[in-house]
């Protein structure tokens, strides 16, 4: 689950992590209060209004800019609240802004030169450990860092049994060439970033930049926050954090139904039952010419009004040319299965406009051919996979 840049940046401050300040606003008056309440809080008197949305590079798009009157906090964030922000992570189109979060501005002058650092700390999928990834280039595209400068990105790897060691702290300030007290606040920082993390359950906490102040001060001005679904019943205050507008309407829709949908670009829908099978479906589309238009699991059950939910979920998509069905009867049967498909097909009645090709495998497979080539519906049947693959290659060939 992705976290706005506020609501990231409470989780880390309740962590003891050092934050830049702010407060979101829904308007231009609450952008413009939210201002005047940070002047009386921080002393600042320039103010940075960043749109939120849950996607990075921002800045580029126009969404993070520099306000340094009360008159441009007014109308910076008339311009930004309501705009379609398109940025390299987002869809074409953008993401409609409907908050901005109005900072307080950390790069005042004093004793020293402000630095900009990158920080984040994630699991490494391959050693099986938690790793903290950081670079003296902070606040520039960390992808293209890792292209173009690679021995600038360090890599700093946890035990789980022993948990981040004072020494790797201090490592990480050494190799971001601090000192003094910047280099004793770093490590104070990385090891506070580090218990939240873990704490959160997240899976991802990106910092960029982590700001080095001109007085030595080590903060968050940036925070993504990815957390893991799977523990938010351990964390009901960050599951309400949920930002349904910011996700995939299908995607939505599909998870209230109980269904694991993940919405692709594809022409062939796809209602499997197993993540496996359907990883397998999947490939299977692709070999047969067409290209997967999402990755559905129904899961152990599939009646009458599970397979309609599916259906209607990926016909949701006008891209989809074709729908594959593919269930391996193990606990389910599959001549309950194909009855909830051809049940399913005559409610639906013309909202399905597309070729469904049915491949059942399992128990009761041939029970199941028997009912579905009998129903009189437009359903072609299949029971091995290339024999299935086949039908989606002509379906798609007739449709072209």
């Not at 049940?343 to 597309?354: E, P, Q």
């Amino acid at each position: 689950m992705n976290l706005h840049e506020y609501q990231g940046k409470e989780i880390l401050s309740s962590f003891g992590v050092r934050t830049q300040r702010g407060i979101v606003a829904n308007t231009p008056e609450e952008a413009v209060e939210a201002a005047k309440k940070l002047t009386e809080e921080t002393g600042t008197s320039w103010h940075v209004i960043k749109a939120q949305i849950h996607a990075g590079g921002r800045g580029k798009g126009g969404g993070v800019k520099l306000a340094k009157s009360l008159d441009d906090v007014k109308n910076i964030s008339n311009d930004i609240l309501g705009m379609m922000l398109i940025t390299p992570q987002t869809p074409a189109e953008g993401k409609l802004v409907n908050q901005v979060l109005v900072a307080e501005d950390v790069y005042y002058p004093g004793e020293s030169e402000p630095s900009e650092f990158y920080v984040s700390v994630l699991l490494n999928r391959a050693t099986g450990k938690n790793m903290i990834m950081y670079s003296t280039e902070g606040g520039m595209d960390i992808e293209a860092v890792a292209e173009e400068t690679p021995h600038l990105i360090f890599t700093e790897e946890i035990d789980p049994a022993t948990g981040l060691l004072p020494f790797q702290a201090r490592k990480i300030a050494f190799n971001l060439g601090l000192s003094g007290v910047a280099f004793k606040d770093m490590t104070k920082f990385v090891t506070a970033l580090y218990t939240a993390y873990v704490k959160s359950d997240s899976s991802l906490f990106e910092i960029n930049p982590v700001l080095k102040t001109s007085d030595n001060k080590i903060l968050a001005v940036d925070a993504k926050v990815a957390l893991d679904d799977n523990s938010l019943y351990r964390h009901k205050d960050y599951a309400e954090m949920r930002d349904l507008r910011e996700e995939n309407p299908i995607e939505v829709e599909a998870n209230a139904a109980g269904l694991n949908y993940v919405d692709l670009d594809g022409n062939v829908g796809c209602m499997v039952n197993g993540a496996g099978l359907a990883m397998g479906t999947m490939d299977l589309i692709k070999q047969a010419g067409g290209e997967p238009a999402n990755f559905l699991d129904v899961g152990g059950t599939a009646d009458a009004q599970r397979v309609e939910t599916a259906f209607g979920i990926i016909l949701k998509d006008p891209n989809v040319k074709a729908i594959l069905v593919n269930i391996f009867g193990g606990i389910v049967r599959c001549d309950r299965v194909a009855q909830g498909v051809v049940d399913a097909y005559k409610n639906m009645g013309d909202k399905i406009n597309v070729p469904i090709i049915c491949r059942l495998q399992g128990t009761n497979a041939k029970e199941a051919k028997e009912l579905i080539d009998g129903s009189g519906m437009e359903i072609i049947s299949a029971t091995e996979f290339q024999e299935a693959a086949d039908k989606v290659q002509e379906v798609l060939q007739v449709k072209a």
